[in-house]
């Protein structure tokens, strides 16, 4: 099976100290699926959307690998060519939304720059499109919003226009980094049914990066855990609550809260299971040591 | 869902006003000073010497202010004087603003070896003591109104491009940045519409800020002579000269200097106004 995103054997490490951030990564994301990206922080979930987007930090270089979109290995192809292709294919959902909007600029030109001056769309085209996909994110009175500045406008608005802003182009890939954190509870619902809603329509395939389980399951259809930028597990949402395979989901699971049973929520990961992880990827990495 | 933001409006406030009025005093002064001056600001009539003003005994008409120990009218010398701290005020504080902002631009976005090279060259300018550096660069570029302007600007660019670098620096760890990466854009183009844009308010306010230390660069070099001709009245010569007779005339030092206070607290408040008017971002 291919996937429209397929990332293979990829590793990263810190410039500087050489310290190991992702290792040997393997995901495959066919188009139109969810697939959600766990893991505690640190664990490198963030660096592999970034990585899927172009757009690491300098310090982290990738030692090898390949991250395929749509059949184009990412890591092969000159910097300038690189960014187009995740321009015109991919999109992305940041975390932020206080952050991820220009604050001196208007919101539609935020929309409709990109669609304008990337993909080449015709102004009056750009504006309609933009309309359109705000009235799909229920926004009232969108050409009034179009003219707004961001500081005219709610945290949760915010996010509505940004979620727009990354379907508008009709992108095949969307990466949504961790989109919901920096927004209250009863936003956060709204947000998540709205994400799900695009995207079941719009069937495109979603890498949605994320620490909360309960979000997991309602939103993705597979699921990759990640330990120190290992994936321990690779399986579907259905198999992963049933019967989860590796000790750390495990414990992973156990660490959700469940108001159903608060005394047995909540339970730190323990640290036998913390040890056999590290020696696992201890003998992982001897192994691509002797290789490499 | 469509709250109260968009609806808030903020005053003006005094500060903008004042001070905009004051400059626009300023700025009227400095261009129509031939058909507006009461006396010939370069006239010596030593019968009329150190003449008070209009509102003390012994005082002439048409002298309001007063007049120096050659007998030239005060006022007058104001009203032109004006002319070079305008010119000083716009040419130098534009031409440091350019140059200070675009090198802090590039060191603080493009980062790398242009922000190395360009934050050491700031660091070793800065610890020039900047009036002794500014009558070094005279000496050598030579007294007049050009190398006035030259060394403001070779000295103060260093004050744009630290405060500009670093507040884009913030910018550039924003979210819309990294956004902006994603979604395609060059460089270059997400440096000038998406950054710029978040910086703007920083420079129009040193800018403004800028212009009043100019005009007080500009009087501290005519106090020391090293200004421009004495044919061109300025406010800093004016100071010089009161100086010597301040016990006889008061009024030859105080009311160019009071000119001057003003001109440089407008500049400083005219900016701080603008920006809490027209920065869309409440910060």
Redesign the interface.
């Given at each position: 099976m291919s996937g429209f995103l397929e990332i293979r054997g990829l590793s990263a490490r810190l410039a500087g100290t050489g310290q190991r951030l992702l290792r040997a990564v393997d995901i495959s994301l066919p188009a139109g699926s969810v697939r959600g990206l766990v893991g505690e922080s640190g664990a490198g979930k963030s660096m592999i959307g970034k990585a899927v987007?172009?757009?690491l930090p300098k310090a982290v270089e990738i030692v090898e690998g390949e991250i395929l979109l749509d059949g184009q290995d990412l890591l092969k192809v000159p910097p300038a060519e690189r960014?187009?292709l995740?321009?015109?294919k991919?999109?992305?959902i940041?975390?932020?939304p206080l952050?991820?909007?220009?604050?001196?600029?208007r919101i539609g030109p935020?929309i409709t720059?990109?669609l304008v001056?990337?993909l080449g769309w015709e102004k009056a085209r750009a504006a309609s499109r933009a309309l359109e996909v705000l009235a799909e994110v229920s926004?009232?009175?969108p050409e009034r919003?179009m003219r707004?500045?961001p500081?005219?406008?709610?945290g949760?608005?915010r996010q509505r226009i940004l979620i727009a802003s990354a379907f508008a182009a009709e992108p095949k890939l969307i990466v949504a980094d961790e989109p919901t954190t920096a927004l209250d509870v009863t936003v956060q619902k709204q947000i998540l049914k709205l994400i799900s809603a695009l995207q079941a329509r719009h069937g495109t395939a979603l890498l949605f990066v994320t620490h909360d389980l309960g979000v997991v399951s309602k939103v993705c259809d597979t699921l990759s855990v990640l330990y120190a930028g290992k994936v321990v597990e690779d399986t579907t949402v259905e198999r992963f609550f049933a019967a989860p395979q590796h000790p750390y989901s495990r414990a992973l699971l156990a660490a959700t809260p469940r108001h159903t049973d608060p005394a047995a929520s909540l339970q730190p990961v323990p640290q036998a299971v913390i040890d056999a992880a590290m020696a696992e990827i201890a003998a992982a990495d001897a192994a691509w040591s002797a290789h490499g | 869902?469509?709250?109260g933001?968009?609806l808030i409006r903020r005053r003006a406030g005094a500060r903008l006003w004042l001070s905009g009025l004051w400059l626009t005093v300023f700025v009227l002064a400095a261009v129509l000073a031939p058909l507006i001056s009461p006396q010939d600001p370069l006239a010596q009539d030593l019968m009329l010497e150190r003449l008070p003003p209009a509102w003390v005994a012994g005082s002439e008409p048409g002298y309001w202010l007063g007049t120096d120990s050659l007998g030239r009218d005060v006022l007058s010398r104001i009203i032109y004087g004006a002319q070079v701290a305008l010119a000083v005020a716009l040419v130098a504080g534009l031409a440091t603003c350019l140059i200070g902002s675009a090198l802090g631009l590039v060191a603080g976005f493009y980062r790398g070896w242009a922000d190395r090279i360009i934050s050491r060259i700031v660091d070793i300018w800065m610890a020039f003591p900047p009036v002794l550096f500014a009558i070094l660069l005279i000496a050598v570029l030579g007294t007049g109104l050009t190398s006035v302007i030259l060394a403001i600007v070779i000295i103060d660019w260093t004050r744009f491009c630290r405060v500009v670098r670093a507040e884009t620096l913030n910018q550039s760890k924003?979210?819309?940045v990294?956004?902006a990466?994603?979604?395609?854009?060059t460089r270059l183009?997400t440096l000038l519409?998406?950054i710029l844009?978040?910086v703007?308010p920083v420079i129009v306010a040193l800018l403004t800020l800028e212009m009043g230390i100019a005009v007080i660069v500009e009087a501290i070099l005519s106090f020391v002579n090293l200004s421009i001709s004495t044919d061109q009245p300025t406010w800093g010569g004016m100071i010089a000269e009161g100086r010597t007779s301040i016990h006889q005339a008061w009024w030859v030092l105080v009311f160019p200097l009071i000119a001057l206070f003003f001109t440089v607290l407008s500049f400083a408040q005219f900016g701080e106004g603008l920006r809490e008017r027209f920065d869309?971002?409440?910060r």
């Open positions: 987007l172009g757009v960014r187009r995740i321009g015109a991919a999109a992305l940041p975390q932020d952050t991820a909007l220009n604050p001196s600029r935020q720059d990109r001056d990337i926004i009232p009175e919003v707004l500045y500081h005219e406008l709610s949760g608005m | 869902m469509l709250d933001r968009g924003m979210d819309y990294h956004s990466k994603v979604a395609g854009f183009r519409s998406e844009p978040n703007l869309p971002v409440l």
